[in-house]
């Protein structure tokens, strides 16, 4: 079968196009007892945009492996793709099984989305939930960025959707914690209605070197998590004995340029535009 188009790498990474970002669990090899979908790094590397062949497989193992029974999703991401994590969201709700999600350790933008589409959601009193404004790469005429602000539009009222329908909060007071890059304990999680349990004395690790890649692009990381993460890293130096290898940027200097202004723009754009608070 054809492929309909050449998927845009959104994030730097090890996966080719159209390979699986997740891992399945059959009941009998899972902690929990029931069929597991663990989500621990990006959700999604590459755009899901007109991707048929992705999400065709998502469905195909969660149904194969959860057999229309319990399904628990494991969680540690810092984020990813924001279509995928639409679609995944949406086969999740309509699988005739029980999905439980648990946050082992991070749920942060996208990766909160996919969250959504449990029947109960429960998180590690160690583990962080972060909702943010939804962001695109984007290039070209005026005319042409608007229409990406249009689409960034959409896409966060999706969101706040998804959001008041779990929490019961406000529209407005969503998305003001989404402009603000809000990032909530456990407990804040719980409180706002992100989540229907934390689960306490988890002997897991909170944070995996997977799910904080991500981290450098927020605004808002609260210290303990940053603090963490330079745990690991030093853990990581002294176990290779050399500092790990910088990631090579799939830009040309040009081109971030280039990328750089328009992100300008469309952000000059968002503040004239933002919804009084």
Do not use: C
């Not at 966060?156 to 406000?170: C, E, F, H, P």
């Amino acid at each position: 079968m054809p492929k309909p188009h050449n998927p845009i790498r959104i994030f730097e990474g090890s996966h080719d196009p159209y390979e699986p970002f997740w891992r399945i669990l059959d009941a009998d090899q899972s902690e929990s007892g029931e069929a597991e979908i663990e989500f621990y790094g990006y959700i999604s590397e590459y755009s899901w945009f007109e991707d048929d062949i992705t999400p065709k497989k998502f469905k195909e193992g969660l149904y194969s492996s959860g057999k229309g029974g319990p399904v628990t999703v494991r969680m540690n991401s810092g984020g990813g793709e924001v279509f995928a994590a639409s679609v995944i969201k949406s086969i999740m709700v309509e699988y005739p099984g029980r999905v439980t999600v648990r946050i082992d350790g991070l749920a942060a933008s996208a990766a909160t989305v996919v969250a959504m589409g449990g029947d109960v959601i429960k998180i590690q009193d160690s583990a962080y939930f972060m909702i943010h404004d939804p962001s695109i790469v984007t290039w070209g005429t005026i005319e042409e960025i608007k229409k990406a602000l249009d689409l960034l539009k959409t896409v966060k009222a999706g969101i706040v959707d998804s959001y008041v329908n779990r929490t019961k909060l406000a529209p407005e007071k969503l998305i003001n914690m989404m402009t603000n890059e809000t990032w909530m304990t456990a407990q804040e999680a719980l409180d706002f209605g992100f989540v229907d349990e934390v689960i306490k004395n988890s002997n897991k690790s909170n944070l995996q070197p997977a799910a904080i890649t991500a981290l450098s692009q927020y605004r808002n990381v609260p210290p303990a998590v940053m603090e963490a993460f330079e745990r690991m890293q030093q853990s990581a130096n002294t176990i290779v004995g050399q500092p790990p290898a910088p990631v090579a940027s799939a830009l040309t200097d040009e081109q971030e340029r280039e990328a750089q202004t328009l992100s300008e723009q469309v952000s000059l754009l968002l503040r004239k535009e933002k919804p009084n608070a």
